[in-house]
C-alpha cells in the first residue's frame, strides 16, 4: 500500500484544516487507516483511525469533538477533517495502513504496515 499525505499548513488558533491522505496499491476493505502525529522532540502519537469496511472510528482523547476521520471508498482517500485547533496540535501528521489489527493495539504505531510520509501541521497562537 502506498499513502501520500497532504494537505497541512500553517493556521492560526482556532483555525480548521483538512488532510488528505491518497491510498493505492492494495484493496484496502480489511484494512484500518490511522492517522498519528508526531511533534518535535515526541514521540509518534495516535490521533484517530477507521476501520475501511465498517467505518468504525476511534479517537485520542484530547482530540474528540475537534477532529473527525472518513474515508471516500470509491476515490480510496481517508480524510482528517480538524476543527478549533490549538497550538498544542502542531506536529507532522502522518497516515497509515494496518492489514490486521484489533481494537486493544489500534493505537500502537507497531500495528500499522504502511505509511505515507508525512504532512505539517502548524498551529499559532
Known amino acids: 500500500v502506498q499513502l501520500q499525505a497532504s494537505g497541512g499548513g500553517l493556521v492560526q488558533a482556532g483555525d480548521s484544516l483538512r488532510l488528505s491522505c491518497a491510498a493505492s496499491g492494495r484493496t484496502l476493505s480489511s484494512y484500518v487507516m490511522g492517522w498519528f502525529r508526531q511533534a518535535p522532540g515526541k514521540e509518534r502519537e495516535f490521533v484517530a483511525a477507521?476501520?475501511?469496511?465498517?467505518?468504525?472510528?476511534y479517537y485520542t482523547d484530547s482530540v474528540k469533538g475537534r477532529f473527525t476521520i472518513s474515508r471516500d471508498k470509491t476515490e480510496n482517500m481517508v480524510y482528517l477533517q480538524m476543527i478549533s485547533l490549538k497550538p498544542e496540535d502542531t506536529a507532522v501528521y502522518y497516515c497509515?495502513?494496518?492489514?490486521?489489527?484489533?481494537?486493544?493495539?489500534?493505537?500502537?504505531?507497531?500495528?500499522?504496515?504502511?505509511w505515507g510520509q508525512g504532512t505539517l501541521v502548524t498551529v499559532s497562537s
Open positions: 477507521v476501520r475501511w469496511s465498517a467505518g468504525i472510528t
Open positions: 497509515a495502513a494496518a492489514s490486521r489489527v484489533i481494537t486493544t493495539t489500534i493505537r500502537y504505531p507497531s500495528a500499522y504496515d504502511y
